[in-house]
């Protein structure tokens, strides 16, 4: 391998030419829309081109502006007036002629790439940081599901930033009084994304363990949730849509909750679809809700899927989303396979479908199949 061929495969990690496009065409489109939320292109009747394009470049500018801290807007000021500054002095002194050129654009692209070098400082240390919240975040998450008597299960979640909002779980619930132990699934999908949704999903997650081990039926559970969560969801801003159900292996009963969540699907051995809706309002919104449980008896054959909304309404590069509808036609195609087989199934579908439009949201998805 050549020097520049070496060069070239450590600048792009081995990636192609095409791959690197889609990559740019990726993060392009992200920081624009980074931006471009803070701008208004509302066009006011009567208003000129020129004028009206001179106005959302304006308003560009300033949200560029303002994400940077005012020692680097000053200097970055410094730099656009330098580009533009050129100065060609001439004097006569001891007979001759004497000439000073001052090139500014020479001084103001050298303080845009010392600009640069200390946003990618910015970035490095965030994505550093990034990367450790990404690593305790799967830690909280299970890495395999417990192995439960009558039923098989399989679930993921793939985040839309490096750290996500969603949650899942399922793990034993002590009965009372020495019974039999129950187990508890549950899905949540915090407000939000990234840095501000994982934070909360941590704090979902250390909540739910420990106040799952108090006795009492699941909708006492999702009320001592909400009662905490409205407490950390900045007067119900930070609201988080959940689904909380109770197994019960012995009788195969299954006693949910669904606090404002997408309702799960419950397909029968039959090819019967049943909505799992029962519950109430999203967590974190009104600490005086109630909720309503609700119960199913599973049988041999049937599945059930606990999804958030990422998973359904992904879109592809013309808009369209994924469906309810297109999700059921894999489950009915696979029924007879395992959790694990759809569930890889079902995420290359999506993957086929969404094809290089970006991910806007979290996808997570728990599969349950009662053997």
């Not at 400082?121 to 008597?149: F, H, N, S, T, Y």
């Not at 679930?155 to 490096?162: G, K």
């Not at 909360?200 to 949730?225: D, N, W």
Request: glycine residues 8%; proline residues 5%; hydrophobic residues 45%.
């Amino acid at each position: 391998m050549s020097r520049f061929e070496g060069f070239w495969q450590r600048v792009t990690d081995g990636m192609e030419l095409n791959q690197l496009w889609k990559q740019f065409q990726t993060e392009a489109r992200s920081s624009y829309q980074l931006y471009s939320r803070d701008v208004d292109t509302t066009q006011e009747p009567g208003t000129k081109k020129g004028r009206y394009a001179f106005h959302v470049a304006k308003q560009f500018f300033w949200a560029l502006l303002e994400k940077m801290s005012p020692a680097r807007r000053v200097v970055l000021l410094i730099a656009l007036v330098l580009l533009f500054v050129n100065i060609d002095l001439e004097w006569l002194g001891g007979g001759h002629t004497q000439s000073l050129v001052f090139s500014g654009a020479f001084w103001g692209g050298l303080l845009l790439l010392v600009l640069l070098i200390l946003e990618i400082g910015d970035r490095v240390v965030m994505k550093r940081d990034l990367q450790i919240a990404k690593e305790i975040q799967a830690w909280l998450l299970p890495g395999k599901a417990p192995e439960i008597p009558g039923v098989e299960i399989a679930f993921t979640t793939r985040p839309a930033n490096t750290v996500a909002g969603d949650y899942y779980d399922v793990f034993p619930r002590q009965g009372a009084g020495g019974a039999e132990p129950t187990y508890l699934m549950a899905v949540a999908d915090v407000a939000g994304k990234s840095v501000p949704a994982a934070m909360l999903m941590a704090t979902f997650q250390a909540s739910l363990k420990t106040l799952a081990q108090m006795h009492g039926p699941v909708e006492e559970l999702a009320g001592r949730m909400n009662t905490y969560a409205c407490s950390n969801s900045q007067n119900g801003r930070r609201f988080t849509t959940t689904f909380l159900a109770e197994y019960e292996p012995a009788t195969r009963r299954l006693t949910y909750v669904n606090a404002g969540h997408n309702p799960p699907m419950l397909r029968r051995s039959s090819g019967a679809i049943e909505r799992l809706d029962k519950g109430g309002m999203p967590l974190g919104i009104a600490e005086d809700a109630v909720y309503e449980p609700g119960s199913v008896t599973l049988r041999s054959g049937d599945w059930l899927l606990v999804f958030t909304d990422g998973v359904t309404e992904a879109e592809d590069r013309f808009k369209r989303e994924y469906s309810e509808a297109r999700l059921m036609m894999v489950v009915n195609a696979l029924a007879q396979v395992k959790p694990e087989a759809m569930l890889q199934a079902i995420m290359r579908d999506v993957d086929l479908f969404v094809g290089d439009a970006p991910q806007h949201d979290d996808v997570t998805l728990l599969l349950v199949k009662v053997v």
